[in-house]
């Protein structure tokens, strides 16, 4: 791959992984409230369930997702639905113990199968494999070289924003301030709902 197509890769992944969406909304909250240590099953999870998506992309079922809008509906209204229920949890969520309990526990699977119903993440996944990868003579070299980028960037952008999520913990468990912030994520959450209804 040469080097200026290398260079635009890097900045692709650099704006879209580290700008705010549900991933890094979710790495963040759930270190604020969990811990860093307890919210690493879904940092790692990101990585392993966009390498997946990005994979199905570079076999053609990306074009499949664009070419039937009724697909793309369904994995949208899919998304939003999920998202917004993530909101409701988090809203509700004032306390470090009620934290700790199953209120707000994203597992690894569920990280996983987030990335298949979010439209960013799609996205992203056919842009980078219709501007780098389809219709080269070195495709497969070139995934080669693509996917482990996008997993690093998955991996960093997550694992920074579940960073700062696990800082502001401390400062987060006096007063109302965990449940003000917890408000402000699921905030967020519903405005990439909206978003993606829009995309």
Not at 136 to 147: H, K, M, N, S, T
Not at 156 to 165: P, R
């Amino acid at each position: 791959m040469p080097l200026h197509e290398f260079t635009a890769l890097l900045v692709l992944a650099s704006a879209m992984s580290f700008s705010p969406g549900p991933n890094t909304t979710l790495s963040t909250a759930l270190a604020a409230n969990l811990g860093l240590r307890r919210s690493m099953r879904f940092v790692l999870a990101v990585p392993c369930g966009w390498s997946l998506l990005l994979l199905l992309c570079a076999a053609g079922i990306g074009a499949m997702v664009t070419a039937a809008p009724a697909l793309r509906w369904l994995i949208q209204g899919v998304g939003i639905a999920y998202l917004l229920w993530l909101a409701f949890r988090l809203w509700n969520s004032g306390q470090l113990a009620q934290a700790r309990s199953e209120q707000l526990q994203v597992g690894f699977w569920q990280g996983v199968a987030l990335q298949f119903v979010n439209i960013k993440a799609w996205l992203l996944a056919l842009t980078i494999v219709a501007g780098w990868v389809a219709g080269q003579p070195d495709g497969l070299q070139r995934l080669a070289v693509v996917l482990p980028v996008m997993v690093c960037y998955a991996f960093a952008s997550n694992l920074l924003y579940a960073c700062i999520g696990a800082l502001l913990r401390g400062w987060l468990a006096q007063g109302r301030r965990l449940l003000w912030f917890n408000r402000g994520m699921a905030a967020l959450l519903v405005l990439t709902a909206a978003w993606m209804l829009r995309a």
